[in-house]
Structures are given as structure tokens and as C-alpha cells.
T-cell receptor, first 112, second 118 residues
């Protein structure tokens, strides 16, 4: 599986935007970029995913570099409830039976 | 949205006993479900892939006779931890993909089961 690299932790103030980076220099043409987050003592929650174009949904935006070797998850206004571990994961589109392989993710701390 | 229900959320059992964890997809059918384990301060580790009507595929280092997986229907998979020991204490999480959606569609996760073996 192609690997992703994320900072171990980031900190943000409440109501400010947060940009969570992810490097995936070995991404292949069939890999989608998925982001999940995990709140304490809960299962992971889907955030957003994309292939080549930037994506927006009610939770976040995903900005994908033109060469697809990196991406950034953008939380437009961080709230205390956004404090979680954020995982950037590549998922091969060619096989729907593939599981998600989780790395260490970025632990986001949001301070009031 | 798609919901995966996992039960129980917490269980405490004595060493040597067995514990069954259920994972249900409530509003979609899941040909494939995945079981993960997560130790404190660590990431999720894939244990096995569960396919409806067939044997599960286990990751290297996961004992298939200890972690019994049954996926008898398109909406239910179970994980049984047999002869549990304190080192099996962990957070177990299941996930599933809606078979009616494309390969790029997200996985849906249960809220996990905290197992404590005393």
C-alpha cells in the first residue's frame, strides 16, 4: 500500500481554520485519498475523500495538489468537538474488498 | 446516513471465558466487513476481513482459532474472543462498506467494544 505521512500533532484555537497536511508521494493512479477522524473512545468517522479535484462537504474541504503527492484537510472553523485524531489514508479504487490501513494520524488539539 | 451498530460497547470478562461481539449494518447490506483492534495510544490495526458466506481472512499474526469470525448474513458479522486473557484487553472496532456503492465509497465504522479481561 502507498504510504502517507502526517504530523503527529497540531494545535488550533477555537473558531479558527485548521489545515491538516498529508504527504503521499508514492500515490498511484487508482488511489483515492480518504480522511477519517476518531474522537476519544469512539470508532473512526468518515470525513471526506477525493481523487484529483478539490472536494467540499458539510464537515470539511479537501485540497489535493496537482501532482497528487500531497493533500490538505481544511476545517473552516474549528470547534472543541473537532478535537480528534485525523487519519489520511489512501484507498485503492481497483478493489472494493480492501480495508483501510490506518497510520498514526494527526492528533488535533483545539483550545478555547 | 449508513449506520453500523456494534454491541456490546463495553464488556468485562474473566480470564479463560469467551466473549462475542456483534457488528450490524442497520440500513445497508455489507458483503465485506472488517475487524480492527486498537490498543491505548495506538492506531487501529486490521485483524481480519470478513466475507459473507465464506471464511474470514486473517492478517499475519492474528490467531484464527482465538478470534472466531462469523459473517452469516449481509448485515451481521460476529467476532468471538475465545479463552480470553488479560493481553486481549483492547478496543475492538468493526467496519463495513455498503455493497450498493462504488469501490471508492467510504467505510462505516461501529463505535467499538471496550474489552477488559480480568
Amino acid at each position: 500500500d502507498a504510504k502517507t505521512t502526517q504530523p503527529n500533532s497540531m494545535e488550533s484555537n477555537e473558531e479558527e481554520p485548521v489545515h491538516l497536511p498529508c504527504n503521499h508521494s508514492t500515490i498511484s493512479g487508482t488511489d483515492y485519498i480518504h480522511w477519517y477522524r476518531q474522537l476519544p473512545s469512539q470508532g473512526p468517522e468518515y470525513v471526506i475523500h477525493g481523487l484529483t479535484s478539490n472536494v467540499n462537504n458539510r464537515m470539511a474541504s479537501l485540497a489535493i495538489a496537482e501532482d497528487r503527492k500531497s493533500s490538505t484537510l481544511i476545517l473552516h472553523r474549528a470547534t472543541l468537538r473537532d478535537a480528534a485524531v485525523y487519519y489520511c489514508i489512501l484507498r485503492d479504487n481497483s478493489n472494493s474488498g480492501y480495508a483501510l490501513n490506518f497510520g498514526k494520524g494527526t492528533s488535533l488539539l483545539v483550545t478555547p | 446516513g449508513a449506520v453500523v451498530s456494534q454491541h456490546p460497547s463495553r464488556v468485562i470478562c474473566k480470564s479463560g471465558t469467551s466473549v462475542k461481539i456483534e457488528c450490524r449494518s442497520l440500513d445497508f447490506q455489507a458483503t465485506t466487513m472488517f475487524w480492527y483492534r486498537q490498543f491505548p495510544k495506538q492506531s487501529l490495526m486490521l485483524m481480519a476481513t470478513s466475507n459473507e458466506g465464506s471464511k474470514a481472512t486473517y492478517e499475519q499474526g492474528v490467531e484464527k482459532d482465538k478470534f472466531l469470525i462469523n459473517h452469516a448474513s449481509l448485515t451481521l458479522s460476529t467476532l468471538t474472543v475465545t479463552s480470553a486473557h488479560p493481553e486481549d484487553s483492547s478496543f475492538y472496532i468493526c467496519s463495513a462498506r455498503d455493497q450498493g456503492q462504488g469501490a471508492a465509497s467510504p467505510l462505516h465504522f461501529g463505535n467499538g467494544t471496550r474489552l477488559t479481561v480480568t
